[in-house]
Each structure stands twice: as C-alpha cells, then as structure tokens.
C-alpha cells in the first residue's frame, strides 16, 4: 500500500468539523459527552471540542488530544494538530511531505514541524 506523502499544512488541510466524534468513528468512549464535537483528520484521526457544557473534569482548554496513553488540552489548536502530524507519520498513515524546499523548523522532538522529516539533534551537522 503506497503511503501518500503529505506536508504538514496538507495534513491540515484534511481537518474537517464532525459533529459526532463517536458515531463517525464507531467509538463508544465519547458517548459520555452525548455527541463528541470535534475536528477530524485523514477521516479518522480526532481533535475533540470543549463540549457547550464544559468537559466533564472542568477543565479550560478548547481542544483535546489523546494519542497512546499521552493527552493534551489547549487552545491552540495548530500545536496539537502537529503533535498529531506527528503521530500520523509514525505510525505510516502518512509519509513525510516533499522535504526539498523546506527550511525545516525542529519540533523539539527531533522532527520537522512543517515537512515531517526526521531530523538529527540541531548541532549543525544535519548541513554539514
Ligand atoms: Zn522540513
């Protein structure tokens, strides 16, 4: 199966709002908010919304994330759609977009926020 190569604002750009996390991803863990809203990417990677009546622990943030066993909550959505760019590429739902042109920006986890690319630790030698 090809893997399509997919730069960061691509990925981005696959988000969509979904109304009911649960039933669009047959999952039956949202079904504690009633209706999950959120933001769904490549139609099965998930961004929840803060629910109009809060999440249930009270927390402030708009956005949750939960990849493995890590979660985030933030209103800065484009921070955790990189976190799950991320997650995307790991584990081959996607491939790194075309590097050639890119500038490359480290995540702070190794990795190009834009392009995806693997990067080695930022001492220089990556342009050596
Ligand atoms: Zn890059």
Known sequence: MATEQMTFERFQATGKVCEDLGAELCDSS???????????YLDCL?????????????????WFLLIGREDWLSDDLESLERKLYEFAIDEDYIAAG??????HRDSGRGVCVDCGEFLPSADGEYWA
């Open 30 to 40: 949202f079904d504690e908010y009633g209706k999950a809203r959120g933001r769904l």
């Open 46 to 62: 998930w961004i929840q919304e803060r629910p109009t009546n809060g999440w249930l622990n009270g927390a402030e943030g708009r």
């Open 98 to 103: 075309d590097s050639a042109h890119c500038q």
